[in-house]
């Protein structure tokens, strides 16, 4: 049980580390929004989708997913057009310094939206989830299963309450917003990156 531990605690830690979407996401939310609990919507929805996609990953039902080229197609054709337009809005995007008017910009329906989009819109991060994640847990019966599983959903909340608390501590820093320019132009290079990435995949693998 302790084996299954371990292995759950580090490989979820190896794949959700990654500068992506999804973090970057929620670590600007942290920063911009006028109080932390502003952004816990974004914090939520974020685990809420890695759980999902945790369970589905465990559960067997990822091999279906992966075993059927059209789903596979359209995951990457429908993701790659949401990361290059989430892209240009990040390129675009300029810090405000009225935390009011970035919690009016970023109501409570749109930060659900944005953020189950960035997770379960992202072709790259599904696979992932469902390909390393579920092909891991097939070593594991029952119990150990069940607490593999779970602490791959563990770290995952853990990582998206503290992403947004370093967003937040940041935000209080960086008061002239220079560093989230910095961010939300990287953030963009990283979503193209990975648009790209993915149709050069649907092509050339």
Request: with cysteine; glycine share 8%.
């Amino acid at each position: 049980m302790l084996a299954s531990f371990i292995h759950g605690f580090i490989l979820a830690l190896g794949l959700i580390l990654p500068l992506g979407v999804q973090n970057v996401f929620v670590f600007n939310q942290g920063a911009l929004q006028p109080r932390f609990i502003k952004a816990l919507p974004v914090v939520i929805t974020a685990a809420l989708c890695d759980t999902l996609l945790i369970l589905v990953a465990v559960l067997g039902v990822s091999f279906i997913i992966l075993g059927s080229f059209w789903i596979k197609t359209i995951l990457i054709v429908g993701g790659s057009v949401f990361l290059i337009y989430m892209g240009w809005i990040s390129w675009n995007s300029k810090p405000s310094q009225d935390k009011e008017d970035v919690a009016k910009k970023f109501p409570f329906k749109k930060q659900v939206l944005f953020a189950a989009s960035v997770s379960l819109l992202n072709p790259h991060a599904i696979m992932d989830t469902i390909g390393v994640i579920g092909t891991s847990s097939l070593k594991y019966q029952g119990e150990e299963k069940v607490i593999f599983a779970v602490t791959c959903i563990l770290v995952s909340w853990i990582w998206f309450m503290g992403l947004a608390l370093a967003g937040r501590i940041s935000g209080k820093l960086d008061q002239s917003g220079r560093f989230m320019l910095v961010l939300n132009k990287l953030s963009a290079l990283v979503m193209w990156g990975a648009a790209i990435y993915l149709v050069f995949s649907l092509f050339f693998n």
